[in-house]
C-alpha cells in the first residue's frame, strides 16, 4: 500500500506553504531555496513511486538551481537511463507539489497511482545529490523524510556536480549488463573520462595550461578531483573556487555570467596571457564557455555554438577517416538562439535541425541521428551516439592504419563524453582533444566562423502565458498580430533575426536579435521589446 500514515506523519513536518504555486518546469522545480522544503518532500514521494513504476530501476534526485543566484535552489528528477525525467510527469510533479494540505497530497498521489498503474509492491530505489548551496543541507533533510515516508532504498551520493549525478543513476541501472556504463561511484567517472582522455591525446603536444573559472560552485570540488586523474595530460588552473564564502556562488563568475555579460568572470584579469584560452563551469557544472583575450586585451568568447562547430566537424572527419561515412550519419540539433553564422556554417555540411528551448527537447532530437550533436548556445550539451552506431565501430574492420587509428578515436570519444546530459567538465575535456588534434589555439578556433553580433533583452509582462510560439519557438502565434509587426520590423535590419519566447524559468519574456552590427542588433531587440511590453 502506499504507507498513508507514515506518510501523513512526515507531510505534517513539511507544509505546503499556502500562497505558493509552484511548477515543475524546464529545470524541473526551481526558485528561492527558503521555500522548497514541502516541494522536496515532496519530490522524494514521487521519486520512489516514478521507481516503483520502473520497476525497482533507480531515479535520481537533483537539488541544485544551476546558475540561479545563491539563495535559489531546485529539485529534477532523473530517469533511469540518466536522462530528463519522462515529459508526462512533470505535471503529475506539479500537482503533487501544490496540494495545499495533507489530505490533497495523500488524494494527489493516490491520482498518481491509479493514473498511471503503479505497483506498490515493487521496491523503490533512488540515487540523490546536491550543489553547495546554503539551502542545499536543510532541503536534502526533507528529501530523505519523503524516502522513510515511502520506504525508498536511497542512496547518498553527497555533493557533487549534475551530470555526476546523471552519470551515476546509468551506471547503477547498467551495472552488471553488457551496456554497463562505467563503475558507480565518482572515482569511477573520474577514472573513465580520465583514461579515454589519455588515450586520445596521446603523442599530442602537450597544451598550455587552461584556466577554469569554477564559479565559486561544486564544480571546483570536481575539477579538483579531476585534476588528479588528468595528471599532466592537462595542466589546469582553478580560479573562484570559494564554495563556502557567502554570496560567491555564480557572482560575477560563471558559465552564465560570461554568456550574458560576453565578458571576462572576475578573478581572471590578470591571469590570463593573450590567446591562452580559459572556461567557465556554471553552478552546477553541467555548462561551458570557453574564451581568450587578444593581444590587445579584447575578450572573445566561444560559446556553445563555437563548441557545436568544433565537435561537429571533428567527429565527421573521424567518421569519414573511419570509412564509415556511408553508414554512420552525423548530425547536429540547435535552438533559436544559436547564432545563425554558427547555422549557416553547419548546414553546408551536415544535418541540422531547430528545436524548442530545453535540453529534453535537444536530447530527444539528437537520438534520431547516428551520432547526435547538440548543443545550446548558453554552452550546455553533448553527443550521443546511438546503440546501433556503437555496435558498428564495434564489428567494423578498418583496412587501413589510418582507418584504425579514426576508429580506436570514435570509440574513445563515446567514454569520454557524457552521454547522459551536458557535461561541462566531459565537454571541456573534449574540446581539449579537438583542439590538440587541429593544433588550435583559441584563436584559430574562433576563426571558423565570425558570430552575427546579437542582442538578448528580457520585457516582464502582464501575463507571459499569453505568448504562445510555433516552429521551435521562432514565430509567435499569439498575441495575434504581433508576429507580423516583429517581421515588419526585422525586414528593415541587414541580415536581421528576431523572435520573442516566454521564459520557462523565470516570469518573463525574452526577445533576441541579431544583426550585421552591433548598434543594429541592439536597436532591433529593443524595438521588438517595445512591441511585446
Ligand atoms: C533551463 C534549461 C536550459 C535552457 C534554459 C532556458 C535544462 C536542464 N535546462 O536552464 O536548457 O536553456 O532553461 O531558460 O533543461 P529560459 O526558458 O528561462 O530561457
Ligand atoms: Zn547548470
Request: hydrophobic share 40%.
Given at each position: 500500500?502506499?504507507?498513508?500514515?507514515?506518510?501523513?506523519?512526515?507531510?505534517e513536518?513539511?507544509?505546503?506553504?499556502?500562497e505558493?504555486?509552484?511548477?515543475?518546469?524546464?529545470?524541473?522545480?526551481?526558485?528561492?531555496?527558503?521555500?522548497?522544503?514541502?516541494?522536496?518532500?515532496?519530490?522524494g514521494?514521487?521519486?520512489?513511486?516514478?521507481?516503483?513504476?520502473?520497476?525497482?530501476?533507480?531515479?535520481?534526485?537533483?537539488?541544485?538551481?544551476?546558475?540561479?543566484?545563491?539563495?535559489?535552489?531546485?529539485?529534477?528528477?532523473?530517469?533511469p537511463?540518466?536522462?530528463?525525467?519522462e515529459?508526462?510527469?512533470?505535471?503529475?510533479?506539479?500537482?503533487?507539489?501544490?496540494?495545499p494540505?495533507?489530505?490533497?497530497?495523500?488524494?494527489a498521489l493516490?491520482?498518481?497511482?491509479?493514473?498511471v498503474?503503479?505497483?506498490?509492491?515493487?521496491?523503490?530505489?533512488?540515487?540523490?545529490?546536491?550543489?553547495?548551496?546554503?539551502s542545499?543541507?536543510?532541503?536534502?533533510?526533507?528529501?530523505?523524510?519523503?524516502?522513510?515516508?515511502?520506504g525508498?532504498?536511497a542512496?547518498?551520493?553527497?555533493v557533487?556536480t549534475t551530470?555526476?549525478?546523471?552519470?551515476?543513476?546509468k551506471?547503477?541501472?547498467?551495472?552488471?549488463?553488457?551496456e554497463?556504463y562505467g563503475?558507480?561511484?565518482?572515482?569511477?567517472?573520474?577514472?573513465?573520462?580520465?583514461?579515454?582522455?589519455?588515450?586520445?591525446?596521446?603523442?599530442k603536444a602537450?597544451?598550455?595550461?587552461?584556466v577554469?573559472?569554477?564559479a565559486?560552485?561544486?564544480?571546483?570540488?570536481a575539477?579538483?578531483?579531476f585534476?588528479?586523474?588528468?595528471?599532466?595530460?592537462?595542466?589546469?588552473?582553478?580560479?573562484?573556487?570559494?564554495?563556502?564564502?557567502p554570496?560567491?556562488?555564480?557572482n560575477?563568475?560563471g558559465?552564465?555570467?560570461?554568456?550574458?555579460?560576453?565578458?571576462?568572470?572576475?578573478?581572471?584579469?590578470?591571469?590570463l596571457?593573450?590567446?591562452?584560452?580559459?572556461?567557465?563551469?556554471?553552478?552546477?557544472?553541467?555548462r561551458?564557455?570557453y574564451?581568450?583575450?587578444?593581444?590587445?586585451?579584447?575578450?572573445?568568447?566561444?560559446?556553445?555554438?563555437?563548441?557545436?562547430?568544433?565537435?561537429?566537424t571533428?567527429?565527421?572527419?573521424?567518421?569519414?577517416?573511419?570509412?564509415l561515412?556511408?553508414?554512420?550519419k552525423?548530425?547536429?540539433?540547435q535552438?533559436?538562439?544559436?547564432?545563425?553564422?554558427?547555422?549557416?556554417?553547419?548546414?553546408?555540411?551536415?544535418?541540422?535541425?531547430?528545436?524548442?528551448?530545453?535540453?529534453?527537447?535537444?536530447?530527444?532530437?539528437?537520438?534520431?541521428?547516428?551520432?547526435?550533436?547538440?548543443?545550446?548556445?548558453?554552452?550546455?550539451?553533448?553527443?550521443?551516439?546511438?546503440?546501433?552506431?556503437?555496435?558498428k565501430?564495434?564489428?567494423?574492420?578498418?583496412?587501413?592504419p589510418?582507418?584504425?587509428?579514426?576508429?580506436?578515436?570514435?570509440?574513445?570519444?563515446?567514454?569520454?563524453?557524457?552521454?547522459?546530459?551536458?557535461?561541462?567538465?566531459?565537454?571541456?575535456?573534449?574540446?581539449?582533444?579537438?583542439?590538440?588534434?587541429?593544433?588550435?589555439?583559441?584563436?584559430?578556433?574562433?576563426?571558423?566562423?565570425?558570430?552575427?553580433?546579437?542582442?538578448?533583452?528580457?520585457v516582464?509582462?502582464?501575463?507571459r502565458n499569453?505568448?504562445k510560439?510555433?516552429d521551435?519557438?521562432?514565430?509567435?502565434?499569439s498575441p495575434?498580430?504581433?508576429?507580423?509587426?516583429?517581421?515588419?520590423?526585422?525586414?528593415?535590419?541587414?541580415?536581421?533575426?528576431?523572435?520573442?519566447r516566454?521564459?520557462g524559468?523565470?516570469?518573463?519574456?525574452?526577445?533576441?536579435?541579431?544583426?550585421t552590427n552591433?548598434?543594429?542588433?541592439?536597436?532591433?531587440?529593443?524595438r521588438?521589446?517595445?512591441?511585446?511590453?
Open positions: 500500500d502506499l504507507h498513508i500514515e507514515s506518510i501523513k506523519k512526515f507531510s513536518l513539511h507544509p505546503k506553504p499556502t505558493l504555486h509552484f511548477q515543475y518546469g524546464t529545470a524541473g522545480f526551481r526558485t528561492l531555496g527558503s521555500t522548497l522544503d514541502s516541494v522536496v518532500f515532496r519530490v514521494l514521487l521519486a520512489g513511486l516514478r521507481s516503483k513504476k520502473l520497476d525497482g530501476r533507480t531515479i535520481g534526485v537533483m537539488v541544485t538551481a544551476s546558475h540561479n543566484p545563491e539563495q535559489d535552489n531546485g529539485v529534477k528528477l532523473v530517469d537511463r540518466g536522462e530528463m525525467l515529459a508526462s510527469w512533470e505535471a503529475y510533479a506539479t500537482s503533487v507539489a501544490n496540494a494540505t495533507t489530505d490533497a497530497l495523500i488524494d493516490q491520482t498518481l497511482v491509479q493514473t498503474k503503479i505497483d506498490l509492491s515493487k521496491p523503490a530505489k533512488v540515487v540523490y545529490a546536491r550543489d553547495t548551496r546554503p542545499g543541507p536543510a532541503l536534502i533533510s526533507a528529501l530523505e523524510d519523503g524516502f522513510k515516508a515511502l525508498v532504498e542512496r547518498d551520493a553527497g557533487t551530470p555526476i549525478l546523471h552519470y551515476l543513476v551506471a547503477i541501472n547498467t551495472k552488471g549488463s553488457k554497463s563503475e558507480d561511484s565518482e572515482e569511477g567517472y573520474f577514472r573513465k573520462l580520465s583514461e579515454a582522455f589519455k588515450k586520445l591525446i596521446a603523442g602537450k597544451p598550455e595550461p587552461l577554469i573559472d569554477c565559486n560552485g561544486v564544480g571546483a570540488l575539477a579538483a578531483k585534476a588528479e586523474y588528468l595528471g599532466d595530460t592537462l595542466p589546469i588552473s582553478l580560479v573562484n573556487t570559494s564554495i563556502s564564502s554570496g560567491a556562488l555564480n560575477a563568475c558559465a552564465d555570467f560570461v554568456k550574458t555579460m560576453q565578458r571576462l568572470p572576475s578573478g581572471l584579469g590578470d591571469l596571457k593573450p590567446g591562452q584560452r580559459a572556461c567557465s563551469l556554471d553552478g552546477d557544472a553541467d561551458l564557455m574564451y581568450y583575450l587578444d593581444e590587445r586585451g579584447s575578450f572573445h568568447m566561444l560559446d556553445g555554438d563555437k563548441i557545436s562547430t568544433l565537435v561537429a571533428f567527429i565527421v572527419d573521424l567518421v569519414r577517416l573511419a570509412g561515412d556511408s553508414e554512420i552525423v548530425g547536429v540539433v535552438t533559436a538562439y544559436a547564432n545563425g553564422a554558427s547555422t549557416k556554417y553547419l548546414a553546408a555540411r551536415l544535418p541540422v535541425k531547430c528545436v524548442p528551448t530545453g535540453v529534453k527537447h535537444l536530447h530527444h532530437a539528437a537520438e534520431h541521428y547516428d551520432i547526435g550533436v547538440y548543443f545550446e548556445a548558453n554552452g550546455h550539451g553533448t553527443v550521443l551516439f546511438s546503440q546501433s552506431t556503437q555496435d565501430f564495434a564489428k567494423h574492420e578498418p583496412s587501413t589510418a582507418q584504425s587509428t579514426a576508429l580506436n578515436h570514435l570509440v574513445n570519444l563515446t567514454q569520454l563524453i557524457n552521454q547522459t546530459v551536458g557535461d561541462a567538465l566531459s565537454d571541456m575535456l573534449l574540446v581539449e582533444v579537438v583542439l590538440a588534434h587541429k593544433s588550435y589555439t583559441g584563436i584559430e578556433w574562433n576563426s571558423l566562423y565570425a558570430d552575427l553580433p546579437n542582442r538578448l533583452v528580457k516582464v509582462v502582464a501575463d499569453a505568448f510560439t510555433e521551435a519557438e521562432r514565430r509567435l502565434v495575434s498580430g504581433l508576429q507580423a509587426r516583429i517581421d515588419e520590423l526585422v525586414r528593415k535590419y541587414e541580415g536581421g533575426r528576431s523572435f520573442v516566454p521564459s524559468t523565470e516570469d518573463v519574456v525574452r526577445v533576441y536579435a541579431e544583426a552591433k548598434t543594429q542588433a541592439d536597436e532591433l531587440a529593443f521588438v521589446a517595445g512591441l511585446v511590453y
